[in-house]
């Protein structure tokens, strides 16, 4: 598709520069004229990640929302006191892996990743950004943050 996208780009390049293109409103492509609608508002609640869903939703949740304006969890620290803020920009699926833990649970080393539990196996974030610091790699992220041993994403 890639290399079909590329020839037709450039011949429609050529048409316009020869000046032999018909513009046609997307409107009058289609069967029902009225079909077209603007994309709904997307609210901050509409970002918040839902941990109990599949990881694959997840992944594209936050795919799609990614860089603006980001998918955005809570780490709640064990002592249930403390939220932070996270907007989470990358990830990966990890779907052999079956759990009984509670959605948004947290397995990490410390060093190099973070694997959070969702309904059917573990979503591993690489990127993330902490509410008033810049978007970072996981690594560089807990090379300075320690997450604690029951702190979980709400």
Known sequence: LMVMGAHLVLKSVDAIREGNLQPIPQDKLL???????????IFKEDCQINWNRSVQEIFNHIRGLSPYPAAWTELLADNNEERLRFKLFAGETIKNRSHHLPAGSII???????????????????????????????VDFLNGYHIKENARFI
Do not use: E, H
Not at 31 to 41: Q, V
Not at 113 to 126: C, E, H, M, Q
């Open 31 to 41: 069967n029902k004229p009225l079909a077209l609608k603007n994309a709904p508002k």
């Open 108 to 138: 990490t080393d410390n060093k190099s990743y973070l694997d959070v539990a969702a309904k059917d196996g573990f979503f591993r974030i690489t990127a993330l950004q902490l509410t008033g610091k810049k978007p970072m790699p996981i």
